[in-house]
């Protein structure tokens, strides 16, 4: 499968974008789906994925904040960032994993085992 990410830009603290990503198979068939953000300096974390059943996940960091969703009719999977703040800024990646992969959920952090495939990324900068 491979991933195509869109929507990043850039916002002021408080502000909100929505990030969509097209995935060319078919995402039913996706055991995880997750966005991950990677921040300057910082390493790679994972802030909200889906499971194959449509349970939702997200980290302590941006939870009640965004929102993830799955459409799999058109093979899309998006995220709702709401009252984005500037420790949001950061390139946001799509992934998906297949048939060996799932979702996990511990300690505040969020992310898909055995990734298959990762978007080139969108850059999201918060200004405050």
């Known amino acids: 499968v491979h991933l195509g990410e869109s929507g990043g830009g850039s916002v002021q603290a408080g502000g909100s974008l929505r990030l969509s990503c097209a995935a060319s198979?078919?995402?039913?068939?996706?055991?995880?789906m997750g966005w991950f953000r990677q921040a300057p300096g910082k390493e790679r974390e994972g802030i909200a994925v889906v499971d194959i059943d449509g349970n939702t996940y997200y980290a302590d960091s941006v939870k009640g904040r965004f929102a993830i969703s799955k459409e799999n009719a058109n093979n899309t999977l998006s995220l709702q960032m709401n009252t984005l703040k500037p420790e949001d800024t950061g390139t946001y990646y799509c992934a998906a994993t297949g048939p060996f992969g799932g979702s996990w959920s511990s300690n505040g952090h969020v992310g898909c085992n055995n990734i298959d495939a990762w978007g080139p990324g969108t850059l999201v900068t918060v200004s405050s």
């Open positions: 198979g078919d995402t039913a068939s996706n055991y995880c």
